[in-house]
């Protein structure tokens, strides 16, 4: 599965699957318990695929880290989100060696945690959409 229509919709907890659009927004439903929400188009709405982490580099996209968290967890769950901080760091420095400590914060990383572990156990995370995540990285062809 992808997190091509994975969404966080600011304000509501967890995460939502994107259903369908309509003129005034559109129809989301929660992972957690499977209810569905109407969204307006004034909400402040990321989809999880277009998010990326800081690094020394520039920036990673969400997908690859979650796809890193997966290979080390052999796609299992991850670290608990609720772990003390530096725990989390340790824990997200293994995962994502080169990542902005100055930019990246120990709220992120939880954020991150807690998303990778709702998603897996939706089955939407694995360690084999490794070849997806090079696709969508990979630079654009000229034509």
Known sequence: MSIEKILAISGKPGLYEL???T???FLAESLTDGKKVSVGL???VSLLSEISVYTYDGETRLSEVFVN????ENDGPALSHKEDNKALIDYFRAVLPDFDEDRVYVSDIKKILNWYNMLQAKGFVSSAEESVVAEETAAPTEE
């Open 19 to 21: 259903k369908l659009q």
């Open 23 to 25: 003129r005034t927004g």
């Open 42 to 44: 004034r909400s402040n």
């Open 69 to 72: 968290i997966a290979k080390k």
